[in-house]
Structure formats: C-alpha cells, structure tokens
Nanobody
Framework: VQLQACGGGLVQAGGSLRLSCAASGRPVSTYIMGWFRHPPGKEREFVAA????????YYKDDVKGRFTISRDNAKNTVYLQMNSLKAEDTAVYYC?????????????????????WGQGTQVTVSS
C-alpha cells in the first residue's frame, strides 16, 4: 500500500487543521492506521491510532480531547482533525499502516509496529 498525507500548513495557536492520508494499491480497510509526528529536535512519536472499521481509537495523552482520528474506508482515506492547536504540536506528521491482526482491541503505538509509511506533512503552529 502507498500512503499520501496532506493537509499540513501554518496555523496560529488555537486554530485547527485536518490532515488526510490517502491510500492506494490496497484497500485501507485492510490496515490498522496510525498518525505519528516528528517534532524538531525530538524522536518520532505516536499521536493516534484507529482500528480497521473505526470502532476503536487511541490517543497520545496530550492530544486527547483536541485531536480526532477517523477513517472513510469507502474513500480509502484516514483523517486527523486537530483542534485547539498549540505551539508544541509543531512537527512533521506521518500516517502509517499496520497489517498485523492483534488479539482483542489492541492498537499499536510504536514506530516499529507499523509496516508502511507515507511521506510527512509539515504542521507549524505559531504562538
């Protein structure tokens, strides 16, 4: 599967952005999907993940209540709605796909658990 992320940009603190991740090559419904980000000077970190049918989601603590991950399998696209943005949300954001079948409701949060990655999209939040 190939992943293409877009929707980044420059926004003022308190503003909103919606990132999109379009999949091609295979149905996105095949994969658990995640969003990660790479802040300047830091390591890539988990942001959010969503199950194949969208019924289960998980978020990094400091984005809970501000970010929402969703998916439209008919459009082969996953989204990250980001509200109340803060300067510390500034990063390159990546979408990723995991083909593993896990037991129960587990959602992967580690970089190494994801098999496919899109190119990043820059999000810059000015304070």
């Amino acid at each position: 599967v190939q992943l293409q992320a877009c929707g980044g940009g420059l926004v003022q603190a308190g503003g909103s952005l919606r990132l999109s991740c379009a999949a091609s090559g295979r149905p996105v419904s095949t994969y658990i999907m995640g969003w990660f980000r790479h802040p300047p000077g830091k390591e890539r970190e988990f942001v959010a993940a969503i199950s194949r049918r969208g019924g289960n989601t998980y978020y990094k603590d400091d984005v809970k209540g501000r970010f929402t991950i969703s998916r439209d399998n008919a459009k082969n696209t996953v989204y990250l709605q980001m509200n109340s943005l803060k300067a510390e949300d500034t990063a390159v954001y990546y979408c990723a796909a995991d083909r593993t079948d896990y037991d129960g409701t587990y959602l992967p949060m580690r970089v190494a658990e994801y098999n496919y990655w899109g190119q990043g999209t820059q999000v810059t939040v000015s304070s």
